[in-house]
T-cell receptor, first 116, second 116 residues
């Protein structure tokens, strides 16, 4: 049973370019979460999505960042016009749906974004 | 706003020593609490979780944690650490729960180094 998959694992972008980070949740999971870990900081929540819906985007920067989780395919975190401050590890997590669930989130290996 | 505080940034122990990592949270509602571990170069893994019932919860690899509601604490313990426990440990609380999921709010992490 494959875990949460993220690709690419490492991504290098120049300032001003776009970064696209992909996340495939675990089989049977319909909730996806994105977190960011900046150097020397803990993980910070960015966005919570279900299929075709953004449930909570309170942690997303107001500009340049967007996320989607289409009906088919992986969830995408998109960063437009990247700046050096976007350099971080981006983690995706997924969880199941249904009543009585444990709200347990399973994490992927992360994508390390470096902006040069 | 909800927050999680971990008391120690870096803990150094010798093998066989006992471990206790502090975690306090500020959230007035019903809480779901977690400890995650991140081994060097790996993704986050769930150590243990508390949702309800017995406030002393046991997790994997000999770890346990005690939920003390009156102190808003959820400290992690292990009676005897091993070199392989060297990792970063994150305490987390789940924020408002809606649509059967919710964002994790993490503490800043505690880096544990165990000397052989």
């Amino acid at each position: 049973n494959a875990g949460v998959m993220q690709n690419p694992r490492h991504l290098v972008r120049r300032r001003g370019q776009e970064a696209r980070l992909r996340c495939s949740p675990m089989k049977g999971h319909s909730h996806v979460y994105w977190y960011r870990q900046l150097p020397e900081e803990g993980l910070k929540f960015m966005v919570y999505l279900q299929k075709e819906n953004i449930i909570d985007e309170s942690g997303m920067p107001k500009e340049r960042f967007s996320a989607e989780f289409p009906k088919e395919g992986p969830s995408i975190l998109r960063i437009q016009q990247v700046v050096r401050g976007d350099s971080a590890a981006y983690f995706c997590a997924s969880s199941r749906s249904g009543t009585g669930i444990s709200y347990e989130q399973y994490f992927g290996p992360g994508t390390r974004l470096t902006v040069t | 706003a909800q927050s999680v505080s971990q008391h120690n940034h870096h803990v150094i122990l010798s093998e066989a020593a006992s471990l206790e990592l502090g975690c306090n949270y500020s959230y007035g509602g019903t809480v779901n609490l977690f400890w995650y571990v991140q081994y060097p170069g790996q993704h986050l893994q769930l150590l243990l979780k508390y949702f309800s019932g017995d406030p002393l919860v046991k997790g994997i690899k000999g770890f346990e944690a005690e939920f003390i509601k009156s102190k808003f604490s959820f400290n992690l313990r292990k009676p005897s650490v091993q070199w392989s426990d060297t990792a970063e440990y994150f305490c987390a609380v789940i924020g408002p729960i809606y649509n059967q999921g919710g964002k994790l709010i993490f503490g800043q992490g505690t880096e544990l180094s165990v000397k052989p």
